[in-house]
């Protein structure tokens, strides 16, 4: 009896997480606010601005919606993975990539994002190469680097784990 009021109350702890997926609405919310920020800035200053500053914009716009879409992929895997299902039959424009991502798959393409995320950063430098530091290049590549390399093991590590069969098994 112990042991299965210890269970139910362990597995109800799940239910603690929920405020953390609230908070990230909330911070997808405030996203929101400053891509509109950032586009009615575009829009009112596109006229005076030469073709790598609108390039740069372009990509500053693009970087807040990966960024956006990463939450996005966090809130509802992790919700699913960890707390409740969602029932998708409740919701007719389910995507189909919804409850087939499970934690392994949660952190390759969190990973993913955050190397698409970096890459666009960089390239951002690049377009802006005048006004920015050797120092400031350097580490944005060595940062990109490292989350590309951190990508690679991770996805080497899920296969390899993914192909090892248990002792015992066949």
């Known amino acids: 009896m112990i042991e299965r009021t210890l269970e139910r109350f362990l597995f109800a702890s799940r239910w603690l997480l929920a405020p953390f997926y ?3 609405v909330v911070a997808l919310a405030l996203l929101l606010a400053k ?3 950032e586009l009615w800035h575009f829009i009112l200053t596109v006229g005076q601005q ?3 500053d609108v390039i740069l914009a372009v990509l500053s716009l693009i970087d807040l919606t990966f960024t956006g879409s990463l939450i996005v ?3 509802f895997s992790g919700y699913e993975n960890f707390v409740s299902k969602i029932d998708e039959n409740e919701h007719k424009d389910w995507p189909e990539w919804m409850g087939k991502i499970d934690f392994s798959g949660l952190k390759l393409k969190l ?3 955050i190397v698409a995320i970096s890459a666009i950063q960089l390239l951002k430098a690049f377009m802006n190469i005048k006004n920015t530091s050797d120092r400031d290049l350097y580490w944005l590549v060595v940062v990109h680097v490292v ?3 951190s990508g690679i093991i991770l ?3 899920d296969k390899i784990s993914a192909e090892t069969k248990p002792i015992g098994k066949k």
Do not use: R, Y
């Open 22 to 24: 609230i908070a990230l």
């Open 35 to 37: 891509t509109m920020q």
């Open 50 to 52: 030469g073709e790598a």
């Open 73 to 75: 992929i966090v809130i």
């Open 111 to 113: 990973l993913s994002s």
């Open 147 to 149: 989350f590309v390399g």
């Open 155 to 157: 996805a080497l590590t």
